[in-house]
């Protein structure tokens, strides 16, 4: 399906993308340079999730985050599900730009994953 375009979605996928990092519903919005309210904004980010272009991250702190993956350009050697990373200097959350191997118990097969990694950040180590 064809979806419309409009000033608003234009203006989340703008911030996201100048952003260069994952960013919450609340500070997309603080970002936009158009009135949205909170539910069209949690709208619009929920399509772009279903339509690819952004990705859904669930931190620590039970908070979703949106990225436009600017690091995961070889498709390739990064899966969709891929492992995250926050800072907990600059509070930064970010695509891991290659993959992280792990293991899980025999018997066990996994469909997809949320994991994000904590801890200092190759900018502020």
Do not use: W
């Not at 609340?26 to 539910?39: G, Q």
């Not at 990705?55 to 990225?67: E, L, M, N, S, T």
């Not at 969709?80 to 293991?103: G, K, M, W, Y």
Request: with cysteine; net charge positive.
């Amino acid at each position: 399906m064809r979806r419309r375009n409009t000033t608003s979605k234009e203006a989340v996928l703008s911030v996201l993308t100048n952003a260069r990092k994952a960013m919450s519903q609340d500070a997309i919005e603080r970002e936009m340079d158009v009135d949205a309210n909170r539910a069209t904004i949690y709208r619009i980010l929920n399509r772009f999730c279903e339509d690819g272009i952004v990705h859904k991250i669930v931190a620590d702190d039970g908070k979703q985050y949106f990225a436009v993956c600017v690091k995961c350009d070889d498709k390739a050697k990064l899966p969709d599900n891929h492992f995250h990373f926050r800072c907990t200097n600059c509070q930064t959350i970010e695509c891991l730009p290659a993959l992280v191997h792990f293991s899980v118990p025999t018997g066990y097969k996994v469909g997809s994953l949320n994991c994000v990694l904590i801890g200092v950040c190759s900018d502020c180590s």
